[in-house]
């Protein structure tokens, strides 16, 4: 079973910042956070994780709590095609082959 | 470098027939796991094959089956088709010691 709980959906206003949240109370301190989304009928898009301090790329943003029980994953400036299920995951670090475990997601629908 | 690719992408077979579908990991990447997602359902872990070798799987029954080949290519193959098996096929590659696991786009299988 997914180690994590997310709401089912959100709506944003485009060019608006989207903030998806993640609870992950039981998590491990070996275990990373995983993001990934899926746009409609297509394949899961990676788009990043982290283990304990803040994380930034090109795509989004990920702000992890002290305590490491929940996280943010923060897309700055929405668009229409980020309409998509986001997915968050924790996943033993240093174990990059080992399943991934989904659980149901966020819809996040991007409003114009 | 090129990414997942997977094939085919639609396929419609009858119940109690044999199929088998095919992924061609990322450039480098010795791993690939395959995932089976129901509609409406997050993606979920069937098997994982490493260096030609199955190397985990998840509770799906031995109908569900497959092959890595030296290039790091795979198949997934599912014998005795039911119903059920009707959902998107998806596989991801990643490499020892990397984190990410990336998708291809999926086959999408309905077993009539």
């Known amino acids: 079973d997914a180690k994590t709980t997310q709401p089912p959906s959100m709506d944003c206003a485009e060019g608006r910042a989207a903030n998806l949240p993640c609870n992950h109370s039981?998590?491990?301190?070996?275990?990373?956070v995983y993001w990934y989304r899926q746009i409609h009928s297509q394949g899961p898009q990676y788009i990043i994780h982290?283990?304990?301090n803040n994380e930034t790329n090109e795509m989004a943003s990920l702000i992890i709590t002290e305590d490491r029980k929940s996280s943010t994953l923060i897309l700055p400036h929405a668009t229409l095609r980020d309409t998509a299920v986001y997915y968050c995951i924790v996943r033993v670090a240093g174990s990059g082959n080992t399943p991934l475990v989904f659980g149901k997601g966020t819809r996040l629908s991007v409003i114009a | 470098e090129t990414g997942v690719t997977q094939s085919p992408t639609h396929l419609i077979k009858t119940r109690g027939q044999q199929v088998t579908l095919r992924c061609s990991s990322q450039s480098g990447h010795n791993t690939v796991s395959w995932y089976q997602q129901a509609l409406g359902q997050g993606p979920q872990f069937i098997f994982q094959?490493?260096?030609?070798?199955?190397?985990g799987r998840g509770n799906f029954p031995p109908r569900f089956s497959g092959l890595q080949f030296p290039n790091y290519s795979s198949e997934l193959n599912v014998n005795a088709l039911e119903l059920d098996d009707s959902a998107l096929y998806l596989c991801a590659s990643s490499s020892t010691g990397q984190e990410t696991q990336y998708f291809g786009p999926g086959t999408r299988l309905l077993v009539l």
């Open positions: 982290g283990l304990k």
């Open positions: 094959y490493y260096r030609e070798e199955e190397n």
């Open positions: 039981t998590i491990s301190g070996n275990e990373y």
